[in-house]
């Protein structure tokens, strides 16, 4: 799977948007972008994915470059429920059994 | 969304007993299962992937005969921690993936063991 870079940690004020950028330079053309979240002390949550389309689902939006070697998570609200760890991820779906790895990904703070 | 239980949620157990965590798909059928670790301030680190039928397969540096894990079924996978020590104390997850689905894994809750 192709790596991926997240900045360590964000601040994001109540309310305004949340974007969380992503790099990965070395993504194959059969590989997804997947986002997840995980708050403290719980398991991880599915936010979204995509391929080279950028989607919207009622979590969030993603937004892939046209080269597809980076994308960014955008939580259009944030809330202070939304404070987490957020993790972006490379995987293709050609190997339906295949786990997900995990980086340290983005420690989001929505402050009040 | 597809949804993934833990039981237990949390478990305190003496050094030298054993800890069985189940893992239950509620509304799917899950092929493959996945167990991981996630120790304090550190991600998640896959442990092993457990096949409904089949032997598990671990990943490098996981002993298998202290973590066993059993897929009787496509909606339960149990990892047993064998002769638990205090370095066993961790953050253990499962995930699992619909069959039917897009790919995407549905994590359970987690359960926080602490080894005394």
């Known amino acids: 799977d192709a790596k991926t870079t997240q900045p360590t940690s964000m601040d994001c004020a109540e309310g305004r948007a949340a974007n969380l950028p992503c790099n990965h330079s070395?993504?194959?053309?059969?590989?997804?972008v997947y986002w997840y979240r995980q708050i403290h002390s719980q398991g991880p949550q599915y936010i979204i994915h995509g391929l080279k389309n950028n989607e919207t689902n009622e979590m969030a939006s993603l937004i892939i470059t046209e080269d597809r070697k980076s994308s960014t998570l955008i939580l259009p609200h944030a809330t202070l429920r939304d404070t987490a760890v957020y993790y972006c991820?490379?995987?293709?779906?050609?190997?339906?059994?295949?786990?997900?790895?995990f980086g340290p990904g983005t420690r989001l703070s929505v402050l009040p | 969304g597809a949804v993934v239980s833990q039981h237990p949620s949390w478990v305190i157990c003496k050094s030298g007993t054993s800890v069985k965590i189940e893992c239950r798909s509620l509304d799917f059928q899950a092929t493959t299962m996945f167990w991981y670790r996630q120790f304090p301030k550190q991600s998640l680190m896959l442990m092993a992937t457990s096949n409904e039928g089949s032997k598990a397969t671990y990943e490098q540096g996981v002993e298998k005969d202290k973590f066993l894990i059993n897929h009787a079924s496509l909606t339960l996978s149990t990892l047993t921690v064998t002769s638990a020590h205090p370095e066993d104390s961790s953050f253990y997850i499962c995930?699992?993936?619909?069959?039917?689905?897009?790919?995407?894994?549905?994590f359970g809750p987690g359960t926080r063991l602490t080894v005394l």
């Open positions: 991820i490379v995987r293709s779906l050609l190997y339906y059994g295949q786990n997900f790895v």
């Open positions: 070395t993504i194959s053309g059969n590989e997804y």
């Open positions: 995930s699992a993936t619909d069959r039917y689905g897009r790919g995407e894994q549905f």
